[in-house]
């Protein structure tokens, strides 16, 4: 144990130098560890944190099929949600939440750009929103965790203007002040790099093979259920590597190919994978990372912008992009509604199988699931509010809120109860000062 202690510099608490918070280091690589009882029973703060994650699917959902009704195991599920059928007693339904800025301006935009904040937004090309409630809650946390936030997306942004309001708007739900959209990444390796390499630049050393010895000195000091979460950890690490590293060799990067011996134009730089389920599912598994690891508890997952211009070749539904897809109130729309639902799901299940003393890693999240609109017909009256987890014992789930016709029901007061669940109590935020009773 004081081997992996001497070589990590992780802090320490009490006389048996049982560390708060483990970290192995390799030359250039910082390898935070998950949440293990061994090292965390004798120190102060032993409650795992409590973390929230937003991911956000553009343009709405399908008119007929986004409901739920009942409660617990017995609740029924419209067809969009049911990729979430074995989550039901850990999900909140929210019905009738809305945010009274998007119902001005235009469309897209002005329904996306202020999500998070409430914030009213600027017109004619200027950039101004609202600091996003994600952001807010970063700057709150500062210094808990390497990472204050971690920001993603799957779909580059917009730089243009429609209908007199920037696209940036639709581009980005997370935002570091009323004037700054917070930088998303939407290449995987670079998002693995911030949550493991302690160096800027990019190394072609696995971060496993770079901390081997000393997980290897940790097992020995660890209880042998911790082995087992701790190997576990470990095996998802190297799972998301090597994905990260075939999809670096594999045919499916963005741009042109060559397919000559000696190619007659430039070939464009390597960058996305082109395979979007591939694109959205290491997202996912970095998130996870991300809150097993306690790098960061505070997380956004844009998985397509507002306007999307995404093909969906993966579900055979690849002559319409994404917004036009989304006016149709299709079979074809509705496969895709069921598969960026599908990316919440495989969230949640992940985090629900990580132990966490007496409850899971999804346990002690708050994952938001939301959208700009209800329906792709631009409705945003009422918005589609998902959130799965139960903020570290704090949320009970397993029901339908429905606040249409309620004199409170605006989306800033479910941010105030959210941010009061992170311990985070403001007396107000964006346009609402009262929180949401029933969270």
């Given amino acids: ?118 914030a009213p937004l600027a017109a004619g090309g200027e950039i101004r929103s609202g600091t996003s409630v994600d952001q807010v809650m970063a700057q709150r946390l500062e210094g808990a965790t390497r990472l204050s936030s971690l920001v993603l997306g799957c779909e580059k942004s917009i730089a243009s203007v429609h209908k007199n309001y ?59 259920s911790d082995r087992r979460k701790l190997d576990e950890y470990l095996d998802s690490v190297r799972d998301v590597e090597q994905r990260l590293d075939r999809a670096a060799r594999d045919d499916r990067l963005e741009g042109w190919r060559p397919t000559l011996s000696q190619p007659d134009r430039p070939r464009p730089p390597d960058g996305l994978p082109q395979d979007i389920a591939e694109h959205m599912r290491l997202m996912c598994d970095i998130l996870v990372l991300a809150f097993q690891t306690d790098t960061t508890r505070v997380c956004t997952l844009k998985l397509n912008n507002d306007h999307s211009s995404l093909r969906f070749p993966n579900l055979g539904v690849d002559y319409m992009i994404h917004h036009l897809l989304s006016h149709t109130d299709s079979d074809d729309w509705l496969k895709v509604n069921q598969f960026f639902v599908e990316q919440l799901a495989y969230v949640c299940r992940r985090l629900d199988a990580v132990r966490e003393g007496d409850r899971t890693a999804l346990d002690n999240s708050m994952i938001l699931f939301c959208s700009s609109m209800l329906t792709g017909n631009h409705d945003a009256t009422q918005l589609p509010v998902l959130l799965l987890g139960r903020g570290g014992g704090r949320i009970e789930t397993g029901r339908v809120l429905d606040y249409l016709g309620s004199p409170n029901r605006k989306m800033c007061s479910l941010f105030l109860a959210l941010l009061d669940k992170m311990d985070i109590h403001l007396d107000r935020f964006g346009d609402s000062s009262e929180p949401l009773a029933e969270i």
């Fill in 1 to 118: 144990m004081h081997r992996f202690l001497a070589a990590s510099g992780v802090e320490q608490q009490g006389d048996r130098g049982i560390p708060r918070r483990a970290v192995l280091r390799g030359l250039g690589v910082s390898l935070a560890l998950p949440w293990l009882e061994t090292l965390a029973w004798h120190a102060p703060a032993a409650e795992p944190p409590v973390r929230f994650a937003c991911l956000f699917a553009g343009n709405g959902f399908h008119t007929r099929e986004w409901w739920a009704r009942g409660s617990g195991s017995q609740m029924e599920l419209g067809k969009v949600l049911l990729p979430l059928e074995d989550l039901r007693q850990k999900l909140l339904f929210i019905r009738g939440l809305y945010n009274e800025e998007a119902l001005k301006g235009n469309i897209h935009s002005s329904q996306t750009g202020n999500l998070l904040s409430g």
């Fill in 166 to 224: 920037s696209m940036l708007y639709s581009s980005h739900i997370s935002w570091s002040s009323p004037t700054t959209p917070t930088p998303l990444e939407i290449y995987p390796a670079l998002a693995f790099d911030r949550l493991f390499r302690s160096e800027k630049r990019q190394g072609d050393q696995s971060v496993l093979d770079a901390v081997l010895e000393e997980a290897h000195s940790l097992r020995g000091a660890i209880s042998y």
